[in-house]
C-alpha cells in the first residue's frame, strides 16, 4: 500500500527558469518567491517520496484542438522537455513512475475516471520550471498528469477536485511500499494574449490561497462554477487553478495547508503552497 506524504502548489511562470524574462521585477519579489521554493524543496527532501505525481497545465504543445482530453496521465519511462523552444533552457530527462501511472489509468477505467494516457508525453514548462526549484538533482521519478485548463470545454473546478481525491484513494490502493508526493503547477491570476495581458488580481490570488489553507475549496467551485466566471476575475491564465484544487483534493487529513510564498509579480500572481505534517 502506498502513501501520499506531502503536497505541493506552486506557479510555473515561465520567467522563473529564465531570469532573462523577468521584466518590472523587484528584486524583494524575486527574493520572496525563492524563499517560499526553497522551503518546499526542505519538505519535499523531508517526506522522501519515492514519486511525485504532478496535475500540470499544457500550453497547445502537447495537445490541441484534434485531441484535447480533460486529464492526460504518463505512463512511459521517461520524459523530456520543455518542449517551449522559446523558454531557451537546457531540455532535461526525467524517469517516469509508468508502473504508477498505469496503475492509476486503470483504476480510473474501473471506478468512473476516463483518464487518457501517453506512453511518449514530452514535458512542458509547466513541470519543468517548478520541478527545477524543487528537485533540481532531476532523481525523483513523476507521473504528470496534464489538467486541460487552456482551452473549453475544461473539466469543471469540482472535477478537478474530485479526481485529487480519486488519486489520493487509488494512491492507497497501489500495492507497492512507496511514498507519493503530489503537486500541482500553474496560475495564479494571469492575463495572456488578452487585452489586459500582464494584469494580475492579488485579491482573487489571496482569497483562493485562503480558502485552501482552510479547506474550503467547496467555497471556490461554488463561486466559479463556470470557466467563464472564474476567467473574469483571474484571467485565462488562472483557469490553472484546477491543478491547485487537485492537490487539495489529493491530501489526507494529517497534512496541513500552508502558504509558503506570494507574490503579484506582474505578468502573474506567484505562490508556492504545501501541505505537510506540522
Request: aromatic share 8%; glycine share 8%; charged share 20%.
Amino acid at each position: 500500500m502506498a502513501d501520499v506524504v506531502i503536497g505541493i502548489a506552486a506557479s510555473h511562470a515561465p520567467n522563473l527558469a529564465n531570469p532573462s524574462l523577468m521584466t518590472g521585477v523587484k528584486e524583494a519579489q524575486y527574493a520572496t518567491v525563492k524563499a517560499g521554493f526553497a522551503q518546499a524543496r526542505t519538505l519535499l527532501e523531508q517526506a522522501r517520496p519515492d514519486a511525485i505525481v504532478i496535475f500540470s497545465s499544457d500550453h497547445f504543445d502537447r495537445c490541441f484542438y484534434d485531441n484535447l482530453p480533460p486529464f492526460l496521465v504518463a505512463v512511459g519511462e521517461e520524459a523530456e522537455g520543455p518542449v517551449n523552444e522559446w523558454l531557451k533552457i537546457p531540455k532535461v530527462k526525467l524517469k517516469v513512475a509508468g508502473e504508477l501511472g498505469r496503475f492509476l489509468v486503470s483504476e480510473g477505467l474501473e471506478n468512473g475516471v476516463d483518464f487518457a494516457s501517453s506512453a511518449e508525453l514530452p514535458l512542458d514548462h509547466a513541470e519543468v520550471v517548478p520541478l527545477s526549484y524543487l528537485t533540481p538533482n532531476w532523481d525523483i521519478p513523476i507521473v504528470p498528469i496534464v489538467v486541460n485548463a487552456f482551452a473549453p470545454p475544461m473539466p469543471s473546478l469540482k472535477r478537478c477536485l474530485q479526481v485529487g481525491a480519486f488519486v489520493r484513494a487509488a494512491i492507497k490502493r497501489w500495492p507497492e511500499k512507496k511514498r507519493v508526493a503530489v503537486m500541482g503547477t500553474g496560475g495564479l491570476s494571469h492575463w495572456v494574449g488578452l487585452p489586459g495581458t500582464g494584469r494580475v488580481n492579488a485579491e482573487f490570488d489571496r482569497w483562493f490561497l485562503d480558502c485552501l489553507v482552510a479547506g474550503r475549496g467547496a467555497e471556490v467551485i461554488a463561486k466559479y462554477p463556470k470557466a467563464e466566471e472564474l476567467e473574469q476575475v483571474a484571467g485565462n491564465g488562472g483557469q490553472e487553478v484546477r491543478d491547485w484544487l487537485a492537490v487539495a483534493g489529493a491530501m489526507p487529513a494529517r497534512l496541513k495547508p500552508r502558504v509558503l510564498s506570494y507574490e503579484p509579480i506582474p505578468g502573474c500572481g506567484i505562490g508556492v503552497m504545501a501541505w505537510a505534517k506540522e
